[in-house]
């Protein structure tokens, strides 16, 4: 098992910046991926950035830039910066932990990034 500990999320007004945080504790060794995915109100869930223990990122499309994932210096710690924000990046935004060996994935409860004036 696999336990996800996201925070940070909280109102922002348009172009503000945010950055999350989520910690991954337990059965955590192995090669592994951990990232970002967002669902917004009536949409399905998507995925917003990964980042693989071996170094390579990936983005949603969306992003354009305006995101950066990146690792703590624990380990299992992940942070997600987002400048430039949107209301349409108005969200929860939950934290993901995928075993590359098992093939289990993990899900935080999730933290809510509400962008508007």
């Known amino acids: 098992q696999v336990q996800l500990v996201e925070s940070g999320g909280r109102s922002v007004q348009p172009g503000g910046s945010l950055t999350l945080s989520c910690t991954a504790s337990?059965?955590?060794?192995?090669?592994?991926?951990m990232g970002w995915y967002r669902q917004a109100p009536g949409k399905e869930r998507e995925m917003v950035a990964s980042?693989?223990?071996?170094?390579?990122?990936t983005y949603g499309d969306f992003v354009r830039g305006r995101f950066t994932i990146s690792r703590g210096n624990a380990e299992n710690t992940v942070y997600l910066r987002m400048n430039s924000l949107e209301p349409e990046d108005t969200a929860v935004y939950y934290c993901?932990?995928?075993?590359?060996?098992?093939?289990?994935?993990?899900w935080g409860q999730g933290t809510q990034v509400f962008v508007s004036s």
């Open positions: 993901n932990f995928r075993s590359l060996i098992t093939r289990l994935e993990y």
């Open positions: 337990g059965s955590t060794s192995g090669r592994s991926v």
């Open positions: 980042l693989f223990d071996t170094g390579p990122k």
